[in-house]
T-cell receptor, first 114, second 111 residues
C-alpha cells in the first residue's frame, strides 16, 4: 500500500456548499496530481504540482482549485458544489525523476452532490 | 480522442486462463505504464516499460511494446479470481511530464 491518504472517502453534500478534499503523502514526493474519474471511465488530470507553491491546471477544465503550501499536502477545493461535480477524485504523487513518473495513488474520494 | 486506448473494453475469462489486453497511443512516448484498479479504489502501478524496451516481465505479467505500431499489450498468465479489476495503460510523452491514461479494460475472472 502506498503512503498516500485521502479524506473523506465518501462525501454526499448539497448544491452550493464549499468543500475541500484532502490529500496527504508521507513519501516526500515533489509531484502531486488530482484526477477526476467517472465510473468505468478513464482518468482525467485536473490539477498537478511540481512542489511547494507550484500549481498547474491539467488537461480537463475544472472549477476546483488547489494549493500546495507543504510538500506532503495537496488539498482540492470546490467553492460551490454542483451536481455536475459528482465523480470520484483520485490523488496521486510521484518522485521528480525525469522521464520516469511512476505514480502512487490514494484510495479516492467519491463525491455526490445533490 | 485519447492518447491511450485499451482494447477490449471488457474481458471475461475462467480462472486459469490467460488474459490479454492491448493499448494503442498516438504520440511518441518516453515510457508506457500499466496500472490496476479494483472497484472504487485508487490505482496501483504494475509495470513500466521504456520506449527502448520491447518486452518486460513481472511475476505473471508480461508486457510488450511496439513503438512502430504505437501499441502495447499486457498479458496476465494463469489468471486468478483476485485478478478481477480494471487495467489501465498510461503513457508518458517524450516531451511531457504528465501521464495520460486510457479508458481501461475491465477484466472479470470467474472461479
Amino acid at each position: 500500500e502506498a503512503d498516500i491518504y485521502q479524506t473523506p472517502r465518501y462525501l454526499v453534500i448539497g448544491t452550493g456548499k464549499k468543500i475541500t478534499l484532502e490529500c496527504s503523502q508521507t513519501m516526500g514526493h515533489d509531484k502531486m496530481y488530482w484526477y477526476q474519474q467517472d465510473p468505468g471511465m478513464e482518468l482525467h488530470l485536473i490539477h498537478y504540482s511540481y512542489g511547494v507553491n507550484s500549481t498547474e491546471k491539467g488537461d480537463l477544465s475544472s472549477e476546483s482549485t488547489v494549493s500546495r503550501i507543504r510538500t506532503e499536502h495537496f488539498p482540492l477545493t470546490l467553492e460551490s458544489a454542483r451536481p455536475s461535480h459528482t465523480s470520484q477524485y483520485l490523488c496521486a504523487s510521484s518522485e521528480y525523476i525525469a522521464n520516469y513518473n511512476e505514480q502512487f495513488f490514494g484510495p479516492g474520494t467519491r463525491l455526490t452532490v445533490l | 480522442s485519447q492518447q491511450g486506448e485499451e482494447d477490449p473494453q471488457a474481458l471475461s475469462i475462467q480462472e486459469g486462463e490467460n488474459a490479454t489486453m492491448n493499448c494503442s497511443y498516438k504520440t511518441s512516448i518516453n515510457n508506457l505504464q500499466w496500472y490496476r484498479q479494483n472497484s472504487g479504489r485508487g490505482l496501483v502501478h504494475l509495470i513500466l516499460i521504456r520506449s527502448n524496451e520491447r518486452e518486460k516481465h513481472s511475476g505473471r505479467l508480461r508486457v510488450t511494446l511496439d513503438t512502430s505500431k504505437k501499441s502495447s499489450s499486457l498479458l496476465i498468465t494463469a489468471s486468478r479470481a483476485a485478478d478481477t479489476a480494471s487495467y489501465f495503460c498510461a503513457t508518458l510523452e517524450a516531451a511531457g511530464n504528465k501521464l495520460t491514461f486510457g479508458g481501461g479494460t475491465r477484466v472479470l475472472v470467474k472461479p
